[in-house]
């Protein structure tokens, strides 16, 4: 038996109304099964349309293995670029005269990936500051270092930024 609170009127109006929608799920499901039949026969022995994901951009392989070729010089330039620019700094800071504390003298070594730059050293005194710049090939100078300098130098090559 059915609970009072659902009719057998009520049912059946539900049943009439599922049957329906699959009636309309069924006519829909023929319809559009006719038009991927007629679009598969219409493209039947046509060559693929290019796809691209850019922007609706289709271009050949040619003219895209020209792009990625000129591509691949412009990223060869920026390294070289780049290998010649500071990469490596090492700092040591110091007290140049023993009355004067503070550590206010330096030494900073700017290198670039081959370990060639500038080595600053800054001499603070009570009246006077001196800077120097010293040439710095391959972790080396030709021109003498102080204890400092050298230091700067060492702590540039190790540090290596990636």
Do not use: C, W
Request: charged letters at 25%; glycine letters at 10%; aromatic letters at 2%.
């Amino acid at each position: 038996m059915l609970a009072p609170a659902v009719s057998r009127d009520t049912l059946s109006i539900i049943s009439i109304a599922a049957a329906a929608v699959a009636v309309v799920a069924l006519v829909l499901v023929l319809v559009l099964g006719r038009r991927v039949r007629r679009m598969r026969r219409a493209l039947r022995g046509r060559p693929a349309a290019p796809r691209s994901e850019h922007g609706g951009r289709t271009e050949e392989p040619e003219t895209l293995a020209l792009e990625l070729a000129g591509l691949r010089e412009e990223t060869i330039a920026l390294q070289d670029a780049v290998a010649l620019a500071v990469q490596r700094v090492g700092i040591v800071r110091f007290d140049a005269f023993e009355d004067l504390g503070g550590m206010l003298s330096f030494a900073v070594a700017m290198l670039d990936k081959e370990g060639s730059g500038v080595v600053l050293s800054s001499i603070n005194g009570r009246n006077e500051t001196r800077i120097y710049a010293k040439p710095v090939e391959h972790g080396g100078s030709r021109i003498n270092l102080s204890g400092e300098e050298e230091e700067a130098i060492r702590r540039a090559l190790g540090a290596v930024r990636r």
